[in-house]
């Protein structure tokens, strides 16, 4: 509900504290020395940030960095395309919060943009209870395509290959293994 308020719910801060004291007590049990949390575009953007913040780090001990949208995008591009090799790309995560855009050519990046596009905020925004009328639906369309960079703003080169990371993607790809009776243990 943040979009609507602008702020994170204390029912939300309080599961993601309790997860972050089991990520902590796993990280004590097995003796790792090094540790960077992060935040994205749900802690990016809460007015109630600070808050959130200065709570987590008492509660657990966590001092996160919050990325700017920039950083999510550099940070979530190279991770990904470390493990393939593409050289011209117009890479994308896709998250909850925010939607990410990288192009590069030839491994050089180009342009790195961030776009309040999440599959979660959309679905706040304009749906209701994760249903959508047809009137809220189009006026979600009108807000991505708004939002959106026009194709020629990117200048993509013809031998750009779309790449996709981000937890929305692997939802799509988990429902489309399920409806092709796709092996999941595979």
């Known amino acids: 509900g943040m979009d609507k308020t602008g702020y994170l719910g204390r029912e939300p801060i309080e599961r993601t504290i309790e997860a972050l004291k089991l990520f ?6 097995d003796s790792i020395k090094h540790v960077l949390p992060v935040a994205t ?5 809460a007015g109630n940030r600070e808050h959130f913040l200065e709570q987590t780090y008492r509660e657990t001990g966590f001092q996160f960095k919050v990325l700017t949208g920039q950083e999510e995008a550099f940070y979530s591009y190279v991770g990904a395309l470390e493990s393939i090799c593409v ?5 994308f995560d896709l998250g909850g919060g925010s939607l990410e ?3 590069s050519e030839n491994h050089s ?5 961030s776009y309040p ?7 706040q ?18 807000y991505i395509l708004d939002t959106l960079p026009y194709k020629k703003e990117l200048s993509l080169s013809i031998d750009t290959t779309l790449v996709g990371v981000g ?6 790809a988990r429902y489309n293994q399920e409806l092709v009776g796709y092996e999941l243990d595979k």
């Open 24 to 29: 902590r007590d796993v990280i004590n049990f």
């Open 41 to 45: 575009s749900a802690v990016r953007d």
């Open 87 to 91: 050289p011209t790309s117009l890479f």
């Open 101 to 103: 855009l990288v192009y």
């Open 109 to 113: 990046i180009k342009r790195i943009k």
């Open 117 to 123: 596009l999440g599959a979660l905020r959309l679905s």
């Open 125 to 142: 925004m304009f749906g209701n209870r994760g249903t959508f009328s047809k009137k809220d639906y189009n006026k979600m369309i009108d």
């Open 167 to 172: 937890g929305t993607l692997r939802a799509l």
